[in-house]
């Protein structure tokens, strides 16, 4: 098992800010994304969506939505992951 810091903004209550998170070893950007949208602690989403293409992960400050393959980015212990919705308003 490894544990990451996740933080999780816009769920549309009381933000989760760096849980101590405990995942199995190998687990992908993908894998946590999905467990988290099982446990309803993803963002408030608008629309239907497939995929997370209308989120923001930072995985220690790096955003790796911007990579080519971001879900298979592998978490590590220790890791920090912040999750928020990337909807700006104006």
């Given at each position: 098992m490894i544990e990451i810091s996740l933080s999780v903004f816009g769920i549309g209550k009381?933000?989760?800010?760096k849980?101590?998170?405990s995942l199995r070893v190998g687990t992908t950007?993908?894998?946590l994304l999905h467990e988290l949208d099982e446990k309803t602690m993803l963002?408030?989403?608008f629309g239907e969506q497939d995929d997370y293409q209308d989120l923001l992960?930072?995985?220690?400050r790096e955003?790796?939505?911007s990579k080519?393959?971001?879900y298979r980015t592998l978490l590590n212990n220790q890791?920090?992951?912040v999750v928020l919705s990337a909807m700006a308003g104006g």
């Open positions: 009381e933000p989760i800010n849980l101590s998170y950007i993908l894998d963002p408030m989403r992960i930072f995985v220690n955003n790796v939505m080519d393959e971001e890791d920090r992951v």
